[in-house]
């Protein structure tokens, strides 16, 4: 089983990597985590060094997503470009087959800001 995990670098975003990693835990399942940076199309002339600061920043999320899961489960991470998140991130989880696609809640970390019991 694999689950396509949407992330943004946010407190919600480390929501939904938590969630998808108890989850995979319960699934046996792999965990693909995705950020997807808005695509410049047509790309305009100076955008080069702003889409290296994007891609960067994707990265070095990325990279502290990946560590927030157990080290017992399988996580790849991708940068996915699209003009939306939703459809850039539904489109990866099709071309990966996914069984399932995992984000945060609204309210930027919920389960971060509230104890168990008071929600």
């Known amino acids: 089983m694999k689950l396509t995990v949407g992330y943004l670098a946010t407190p919600s975003g480390d929501d939904g990597v938590a969630l ?5 835990s319960a699934l046996d399942a792999s965990i693909d985590i995705v950020i997807v940076i808005r695509s410049d199309e ?3 002339e100076g955008s080069g ?10 990265e070095q999320g990325l990279a ?12 790849t991470t991708h940068i996915a470009e699209h003009e939306s998140f ?17 984000v945060g809640g609204a309210g930027d970390g919920l389960l971060n800001r509230h104890t168990v019991g008071t929600v």
């Open 86 to 102: 939703a459809q850039g991130l539904m489109e990866f989880a099709a071309e990966h087959d996914a069984d399932m696609i995992v």
């Open 20 to 24: 998808a990693a108890v989850l995979a």
């Open 64 to 75: 502290a997503a990946r560590s927030l899961g157990p080290g017992d489960i399988d996580v």
């Open 49 to 58: 060094p702003y889409r290296k600061v994007l891609t960067a920043q994707a």
């Open 42 to 44: 047509p790309v305009m």
